[in-house]
């Protein structure tokens, strides 16, 4: 029943997010909404990482470092190495999965705002790197990073060359969507697992989930690699669309907007940073025309809707089922 | 008499203090040993050091003949050692159910990641750990409250729950740090009888608790601690007759502890 209600979810959103809006897009003409929807994708990735450290009970103002870091990777193993650009999609984020890893161990002992101030400086160190890193071109970045090839399996095309598509936007926009559902797809199995309810016992009680013999250290690295991992994806698929990457292509205020789109989507809910994103990137887009008065308006609104909505937008809806 | 657990001339300093100095005893095979004290005498510091949240600073603690101090806590917790908390502690946000099933994890024969693709076995797991969970709560007289969320449970049933979720480990030594704290008369009885039952299932179970007229009736043994010392340890009868003991609960000789 429960099942059966779930896939008709999945299939309506693949049905309108893979037709519906293309068709709507081409039919208005609003071209440059293919840009804006696949950024809302890939951040909502990044965003969905962030989700899962606070799933076990960590704010982790650092995933920009991770978008940083995954899209170095896949620049350079394109450009340097020539590495087949979906090739690299995985290797980014195993990359900043492993280096999540190494940083993790130590940095995970540390709760509360002690965590959150490692990784908000996190963020910035990764900047730093970039800068000083001989292979990473220093302030330069890495420009003209050439387009995705296609892949074609038996002679059946996968994806095609996006260079030689007239406009690679559309398809951007179409491999990142999967590439979205994809990733919340694997959240929510983690989620209605029983990892997602060992992880609850981190965030609840770490000292009462050790004491019933949960290895609390190896999950904690074991959630913050996954949440890496999806940084390095969102980042490493931004760098191909964008075709460079610089220092500043994900910095501290990248980190925090990921934050935000957890927090105002919900952090009850495992869409509440797909849900989260797209409210704060339209919102951001929408009040583009107040002027000098986006940012007031923009942070008033943030504060009032945490205000009254602690548990995020998603929590409208739950409101409403248990008043009907 | 088989000795589960010996504690060997263990201390425990901070900084300054010495919070458990070189106490040394043995738990036998399913016996209710409780350990006494006032406040700050490092009952809950012994506690700590023989679950191995604590490392102790000189001495060590054996389970079947073998150390355990210096293991991490869920390694300690894995052998058989488990402890609950002064404080209540529960999963404040999950279900009564949910508690005690989580609480299961030791025994899952599954991987992690045989839970994530729902293997067969974790579904084994699932199922096992469903019905044991269930059994449990009506041991404990949780039946009704079975679905709601733990925070909202009145505080004789968060004690109850605690014990719940030290029982769904399958511990082979329970320690109880203050059980039934908060309790009013009823509840305590009730409480005890729980203790009881619990013993009965095969679990060694160590007490921590200031209910005098509880521990004097539900202890095998009694050991007494005062300012990290032990001084005295026996039958719950020897303990109420032993002058060191009546001394350092009331400072004076001819007063009785109230038991
Ligand atoms: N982590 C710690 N750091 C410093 N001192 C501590 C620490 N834990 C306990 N102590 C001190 O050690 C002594 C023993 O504390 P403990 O909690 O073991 O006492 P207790 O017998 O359980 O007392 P109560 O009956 O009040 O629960 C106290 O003086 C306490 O202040
Ligand atoms: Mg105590």
Not at chain 2, 213 to 222: E, G
Request: net charge neutral; hydrophobic share 50%; aromatic share 10%.
């Amino acid at each position: 029943m429960k099942r059966t209600r779930n896939i008709l979810v999945v299939a309506v959103f693949l049905l309108v997010v893979l037709v519906g809006v293309p068709w709507l897009i081409e039919a208005t003409g609003r071209l440059d909404l293919y840009y804006t929807l696949t950024s809302v994708a890939l951040l909502s990735i990044a965003s969905a990482g962030v989700w899962v450290t606070f799933y076990i009970g960590r704010i982790n103002i650092g995933q920009g470092a991770f978008a940083l870091m995954g899209g170095y990777v896949s620049a350079i193993l394109v450009v340097q190495y020539g590495v087949s650009f979906w090739l690299t999609l995985p290797l980014a984020g195993l990359f900043c999965a492993a280096a999540s890893v190494l940083i993790g161990l130590p940095i995970l002992r540390l709760r509360g705002v002690y965590f959150a101030m490692v990784t908000l400086v996190l963020t910035e160190v990764a900047r730093l790197l970039a800068l000083a890193l001989p292979i990473t071109n220093g302030a330069k970045g890495m420009v003209s990073i050439p387009l995705p090839g296609g892949i074609s399996i038996f002679g059946l095309t996968i994806l095609p060359d996006f260079a030689a598509l007239p406009n690679p936007r559309p398809a951007f926009y179409l491999v990142s969507v999967v590439l979205m559902a994809l990733c919340f797809a694997a959240l929510y199995r983690l989620v209605h697992s029983r990892i997602g309810k060992l992880c609850q016992s981190l965030q609840q009680n770490e000292e009462l989930a050790s004491s019933i013999g949960v290895n609390i250290a190896y999950l904690r690295v074991i959630a913050y690699a996954f949440s890496s991992f999806l940084g390095g994806l969102g980042g490493a698929m931004f760098v191909a669309i964008s075709q460079s990457i610089y220092p500043s292509s994900f910095t501290v205020t990248d980190s925090v907007n990921f934050m935000l789109n957890c927090f105002l989507g919900g952090l009850g809910h495992v869409f509440g940073p797909m849900i989260g994103t797209f409210v704060l990137y339209f919102g951001w887009d929408f009040l583009f025309e107040t002027g000098e008065f986006q940012l007031l308006i923009f942070s008033s609104v943030l504060i009032a809707l945490m205000l009254f909505l602690p548990n995020g937008l998603l929590s409208l809806r739950l409101f409403g089922k248990k008043q009907g | 008499m088989t000795e589960l657990l010996q504690i060997k001339a263990v201390n425990k300093r901070f900084g300054g203090l010495v919070a458990v100095n070189n106490v040394s005893f043995a738990v036998r095979e399913r016996e209710i040993l409780s350990v006494i004290g006032p406040n700050g005498a490092g009952k809950s510091t012994l506690f700590k050091l023989i679950s191995s949240f604590l490392n102790p600073t000189s001495g060590e603690v054996l389970f079947r003949e073998e150390r355990i101090s210096g293991l991490a806590p869920h390694i300690v917790a894995r052998k058989g050692v488990v402890r609950t908390f002064q404080e209540t502690t529960i999963f404040k946000g999950m279900t009564v159910r949910d508690n005690v099933i989580i609480a299961h994890h030791l025994r899952s024969n599954a991987s992690l990641a045989g839970f994530y693709l729902g293997t067969n076995t974790a579904r084994r797991d699932e199922d096992e750990f469903g019905r044991s969970a269930d059994e449990i709560i009506d041991f404990l007289d949780l039946g009704t409250q079975r679905h709601e969320i733990a925070s909202t449970l009145p505080h004789g049933h968060l004690r109850a729950l605690g014990i719940a979720i030290g029982l769904a480990t399958n511990p082979t030594v329970l320690l109880l740090d203050e059980p039934f704290a908060g309790m009013n008369h009823d509840e305590t009885v009730r409480a005890v009888e729980m203790v009881r039952g619990v013993r009965k299932r095969g679990v060694t179970v160590l007490l921590v608790e200031h209910d005098m007229p509880a521990v004097m009736n539900i202890s095998d043994r009694i050991v007494v601690l005062n300012f990290g010392v032990k001084i005295a340890e026996g039958t719950p009868k020897e303990i109420q007759e032993n002058e060191k003991v009546i001394e350092a609960y009331l400072g004076v000789e001819d007063e009785t502890i109230g038991f």
